[in-house]
């Protein structure tokens, strides 16, 4: 079933992890797997110069049943390390949440691609998220489990969007969570609820451009799909437009980027998205009570229709 | 291969009584028959002029309704349900004559199932509201979500704002009306009853529409399978008439721009054909 949420600021900043933890909590009947956030924090505490990488060296499962793991994960942390700095990557500083998930603040000269392709190369090793205002965080566990884990509450920031996921089609594991980031653009990460019909054939088309798939989720090819158009030079409402036309199946997506938020829902209208909008925020989720845990008046919402696609600034 | 020409022209449809016949027949809560009373057996006895609260904000579903449901075995025939809170499947079941207020909002699968009451809700509505309605009214002052009225049969199910997609999907009865816009396959696989969309109505409206009517005031955005176009007749105007002042929208209608839209029965389900002629009809 898979719960979506996503809140964009319109006036400023707000403790935007806490907001997206209560919204994903209220949503845990939709599916308790997995939980995760891409939280975007105040563009002018953006360091133009310096990117946020967010990794794993191990799925969940694997670090606490995994035979030698442990030496494994410390094996997989030099090896990034040192490949980072082959590639003359300036690490300023490296945070170990736990003993699978980091966070890296570094500069770097080169092409995303080409790190991303060379720290990826290394067995076990698979990164969440690059970009100067994004953190993408996905675990096992409820929202609370997720959010407590990695500290997200005292989050400040414009937008987020989260994903509380039942799963379905694909396993249980970090892998195959959302939200997905669009490698290997910067900042632009995408939450989706629904089955997309023509994912191999899709996917196929988009391997044979080059583009890379870490599993076998079908929402992941909503980001990669979403990629392939940034890089052809698309802005993002053309791409989404141009996604419900092309994608197969019955889906409502949310997708991020550094300073917007957009949606987009499928022609037949066959998963649910909530909406409220205000002068102050916008808020979407797959139910009105996830929505109704970050305002504290009565609100007026409504329901998007079939096949429109919405984006809102920052 | 006479007789097997593909018409467009609607078959005879005009105002018809809503009583279900043979197998189907069922016998409904009415206002004018003080001798059946609640028609259902195992109603309670209420006093519409003994009224009460519920402060839902710390109760969940289950609580909710387990109130509402004891209130109404203490005789209470007026009942308020303050901060829903958009909680889902408040109101559910309830086969009984109760004036309902709800103030405030209400989630998925709210007021599913009535039998009997009255009721307003204040605020929104999420998907699947009134699904399965027998009898009564349920009066939304603001926008409802998808399925809205799903396979109700009996009863006014109103919403003055918009409503989404597939509202009164297997309508088999009853009757809906959206004071503003409705989305896609709205009346699909509709059966019997009467909708009224008084803004615009989305994709494939009435698509495989069995029966039923469809009244849409503002621009249909494109027709489903087998629903086609039909004249408006006295009778119609009369009936919108009367049942929008019911409402308070009857400001809302404009005669002169109201569309009827009805099956064209030409589907696999109105004739005898082997399937091989079927196809040639289709």
């Known amino acids: 079933m898979c719960g979506i949420a996503g809140v964009i600021h319109r006036d400023g900043s707000s403790k935007i992890g806490e907001e997206m933890s209560f919204m994903l909590q209220a949503m845990k009947h939709r599916g308790p797997d997995s939980t995760g956030f891409a939280l975007y924090c105040e563009r002018d505490n953006i360091d133009s110069e310096q990117y946020v990488m967010r990794m794993k060296v191990a799925e969940t499962h694997e670090a606490v049943n995994g035979y030698d793991i442990h030496a494994k994960m410390e094996d997989r942390i030099k090896s990034v390390q040192s490949r980072l700095s082959e590639l003359k990557v300036k690490v300023s500083e490296v945070e170990k949440i736990t003993e699978y998930a980091l966070r890296y603040t570094f500069t770097c000269d080169g092409n995303l691609r080409q790190l991303a392709n060379y720290v990826e190369d290394i067995e076990g090793v698979e990164i969440l998220s690059i970009g100067k205002g994004l953190e993408l965080v996905k675990d096992l566990g409820d929202a609370k489990v997720v959010s407590d884990l990695y500290s997200l509450k005292s989050f400040n920031g414009t937008h987020a969007i989260g994903h509380t996921r039942m799963a379905t089609e694909s396993d249980v594991d970090i892998r195959s969570a959302h939200p997905y980031w669009a490698y290997p653009f910067a900042d632009v990460s995408v939450v989706h609820n ?3 019909t023509n994912y191999w054939s899709k996917r196929r088309e988009l391997e044979r451009k080059g583009h890379r798939f870490m599993s076998s989720c079908d929402s992941e090819l909503i980001a990669v799909y979403i990629a392939d158009k940034i890089e052809q030079g698309r802005n993002l409402e053309d791409s989404m437009l141009q996604s419900v036309e092309e994608l197969d199946g019955v889906f409502t997506y949310l997708l991020a980027t550094s300073d917007s938020l957009g949606m987009a829902k499928d022609t037949m209208a066959a998963k649910p ?8 925020l916008v808020a979407l989720a797959s139910e009105e009570v996830a929505i109704r845990t970050i305002m504290n008046n009565e609100i007026d919402t409504s329901d998007p229709y079939d096949g429109e696609v919405r984006v809102w600034q920052a | 291969m006479a007789g097997l020409e593909k018409s467009n022209e609607p078959l005879k449809t005009e105002m018809r009584s809503e009583s279900l016949l ?3 027949q069922q016998v409904f809560f009415s206002l004018d028959n003080n001798e059946e009373k609640m028609a259902q057996p195992f109603a309670y006895e209420v006093d519409f002029s003994k009224s009460a609260e519920i402060d ?3 109760l969940n579903t289950r609580q909710i309704n387990s109130k509402l449901k004891h209130l109404l075995t203490e005789g209470y025939g007026t009942i308020t349900i303050k901060n829903p809170g958009a909680k889902h499947s408040i109101g559910v ?3 009984n004559r109760l004036n309902l207020k709800i103030e405030g909002s209400l989630g998925y699968f709210g007021l599913g199932l009535l ?9 929104r509505v999420g998907w699947s509201c009134g699904e399965n309605m027998m009898s009564g009214t349920v009066l939304i002052k603001k926008n409802a979500g998808s399925t809205f009225g799903a396979a109700i049969r009996g009863g006014d199910l109103v919403c003055k704002g918009d409503v989404g997609a597939r509202t009164g999907i297997d309508q088999k009865g009853g009757t809906i009306i959206a004071g503003g816009n409705t989305g896609a396959f709205s009346g699909f696989m509709m059966q019997r009853g009467r909708m009224v969309v008084l803004g615009d109505a989305g994709n494939n409206l009435g698509d495989s529409m069995y029966d039923g009517t469809i009244y849409v005031g503002g621009k249909i955005k494109s027709l489903g399978a087998d629903a086609v176009e039909s004249e408006t007749t006295e009778s119609d105007e009369k009936w919108l008439t009367d049942k929008l002042t019911l409402y308070g929208l009857v400001d809302k209608l404009n005669l002169s721009t109201i569309k009827k ?3 064209g029965k030409q589907l696999w389900n109105y004739d005898s054909l082997e399937p091989s002629e079927k196809k040639l009809v289709l």
Not at chain 1, 273 to 280: G, H, K, P, R, Y
């Open chain 1, 194 to 196: 629904g089955q997309l």
């Open chain 2, 93 to 95: 079941g309830i086969l």
């Open chain 2, 261 to 263: 839209v009805v099956s």
């Open chain 2, 115 to 123: 039998d009997g009451p009255n009721v307003t809700v204040e605020g």
């Open chain 2, 22 to 24: 043979g197998r189907t």
């Open chain 2, 56 to 58: 839902a904000e710390d």
């Open chain 1, 273 to 280: 998205m909530v909406l409220f909008e205000s002068d102050q």
